[in-house]
């Protein structure tokens, strides 16, 4: 019988095959240990927890020898992160206190301690931070393997196998071969896992847990292979060898389709593929509307490496290098200024003479960096201290990142771009320490490049005192994802709330609109670095607001850059008066 399966969808296009059914969890045994025992249990646990790094480092060596397509930088790591985790203090005092003093068996207390600090997780605010729980399971899951000796759960499929003629059937009406894809479902893929299934045959994926911004999500956006994440119950509803497809625009998955849905998609897929492959031959094509406008389509990412794919995409810039990924996960041994630099030089320098925004890091009060961090004395550490607020009460950090970005300067063309401002005491707070960093760097000696000054709006009161921000900065940035949260009082983590979560409310719309105006007649450059940059759902509307910078993940550009080619921004102008005096401005974008 037919049936859909709804989730997330995090990786552009469609995939049609064979279900393989990754290995569930460990079933873990709880029992008491005599005290003579525990030193023995700690033991246990040590050679698992030192056999999974053995295993991860291995990976690592064996990414270094391929190439990018087959093992993208973001692969690595990852893999960092989750040695990091298997080292982190906390998970391992903690396990060896339920073994010490409460004399739980080893799988016992690993589970209770991942259990404690998964819902220090859940209580983070920020997706990202939240999200990387996943990435604690997966470590526990692969220390539990070790230690009862079970293999890792990434099967290596048989390619042809089939249920039967009717099955068998079927496949040759998709394609006229037995030579089927084979799609894998899973409750969760770790990196090394990732690595794993890119060197198999299998054609595309989904996951039970994870998030847009979830791990997963990142390496199936970098190897542009269709996915689809929190599906739920995916994995207990799906048979080994089940027909499935895979949407990735849409996500969802069919299970068990009919032979004309199986045409449609069939037919579907290499629509797209074609489509594709007609987006690629623009490339190099400037992006410039019908009536002459020049429209700078820029690049976000996380890592000094994602440079590279930025410029495949013909990207002409980098809009936004969230500089956070640099510090997550290193349980207070953050990076030094060498590292940063050497960091925000490579990416500088992969961008071939193209400008670069890094913006500040971004994490603080309920996502810190260590554990020793946390601030559990507020209700919502989404209003509490975080980005700027948290760089300028940590100024030793904030200054050893400035000077490691103004270093990077010397390499190139670099913006300096700050989160999460609102007040005028803030902005001059934060310009005297970028001062004081350049002191610093005079009084050493050390060479460093001239930067523009920019600020995000994403907070209201932002956006509601421009003439401020324009005194103080070189250009703006909208980051719309916290501007529609904060904007609307909507989580949009929050599933019971997630369908208020609205780019076209007015509000919303009115911000953007008068943020663009502003910077335009006072002469000055402003970006979307939001979602909404990326989705070609609002490309004619951010163009006829007079948007002439868009930054987007790189797989979007093309996309984004095809509905730049194909408008008029003088003819968009009346119709966006129209959507924003609208009381339902959604109607005139569909």
Known sequence: MTFAIHGLPVARGIAIGRAVLMAGRVDVAHYFIDPMQVEAEIARLRQGRDAVIDELHRLQQTIGNMGPKEAPHELSALLDVHLMLLQDQELVSGVKHWITERLYNAEWALTTQLEALSRQFDEMEDEYLRERKSDLEQVAERVLRHMKGVASPVPQPALGTRRGQASRQQDLQLDGTTDVPL?????DLSPADMLQFKQSVFAGFVTDVG???????????????????????????????????????????????????LAEYGFKQRQAELERGRLARLTHTPAVTLDGERIDLLANIEL????????????????????????????????????????????VEGMQGMPVTIRTI????????????????????????RAIRWSLAEPSMFLTQLRAILRAAAHGKVNLLIPMLAHASEIRQTLALVDFARAELDNRG??????????????????LILPTFLKYFDF?????????????????ADESVAHLYDPCHPAVLRLVADTIAACRAQGKPVSVCGEMAGDVAYTRLLLGLGLRSFSMHPAQVLAVKQEVLRADTARLKPWVVQVLAAEDPAKFLE
Do not use: C
């Open 362 to 385: 971004d994490v603080g009060a309920d996502k810190p960096l260590d554990d020793t961090r946390r601030d559990e004395g507020h209700l919502n550490p989404a209003l509490g201290l």
């Open 211 to 261: 998030g847009k911004t979830s791990h997963t999500a990142i390496v199936a956006r970098s190897m542009d292979i269709p996915a689809v994440v929190g599906a739920r119950s995916a994995s207990h509803l799906v048979r080994q060898d089940d027909w499935v497809i895979i949407d990735g625009d849409a996500g969802v998955m069919i299970v068990d389709p009919s032979p004309i849905i």
């Open 304 to 347: 000094p490496e994602d440079a590279a794919g930025a410029l495949a995409a013909g990207a002409v810039g980098v809009g936004l290098f969230r500089s956070e990924f640099l510090f997550m996960g290193r349980q207070g041994k953050l990076p030094d200024e060498e590292e940063q630099y050497q960091a925000y030089k490579r990416a």
């Open 183 to 187: 799609i894998l479902i899973a409750h």
């Open 446 to 463: 050390t060479a460093y490049g001239p930067v523009a000054l920019g600020a995000m709006i994403e907070i209201p009161a932002a956006a």
């Open 476 to 492: 703006l940035s909208i980051g719309t994802n916290d501007l529609i949260q904060y904007t609307l009082a909507i989580d949009r």
